[in-house]
């Protein structure tokens, strides 16, 4: 897990600079997100969540740079495990995973990160994070380029027809271009 991820702003719209070979899968708008380390030191920010084939990226919805002191995390797939999905009755759907922190980066130890989904359902979302991790999990010894294409393919042929009225996620069907 990493904090404050470089970003990059494309026709209105905030992106994590991509790595060489990561393909954007989904993004989500009205995502909470809480951060606690085993010390309870405790984030939480509101805003915009992307799916990736290497990571999961979350980035506050204030505008400009400096506005908040986590303005975005990235936590690799490889990196996640113990990912549960709750469903409560009196607050909103949300999905609790534990990631190893990089070096550097201002919480130490396990990082327990709880992911709420503010608006609608999660019916697209979920199976599609659900594949990624496993697929990487399956291919995690391969050459990382052909992972990504690989891992791509097969979401695109699994849900190129999956649709949930009621989750706002939306599916890049064509990649983000960068300047």
Known sequence: MACNVPLIRVQEEW???????????????????????????????EGVLVLTT??????DKREGVGQAAMESFEAPLYGIWNEQFHQPILAANNLTCDVQPFDGQPFSGIIR?????YRGGVGVFLPIFFTLLSLHRQQSHQ?????????????????????????????????????
């Open 15 to 45: 992106f994590p600079l991509p790595y060489e070979n990561e393909l954007f899968i989904l993004s989500r708008k009205g995502v909470g997100c809480e951060i606690k380390n085993e010390r309870c030191n405790r984030v939480w920010s």
């Open 54 to 59: 290497q990571r999961l990226v979350f980035m």
């Open 113 to 117: 990160c709880k992911l709420f989904f």
């Open 143 to 179: 050459r990382e380029a052909r992972v990504n294409h690989d891992i791509y393919r097969q979401v695109q042929e699994r849900f190129s027809a999956f649709i949930d009225p009621s989750d706002p996620s939306h599916i890049y069907v064509a990649q983000p271009s960068f300047p």
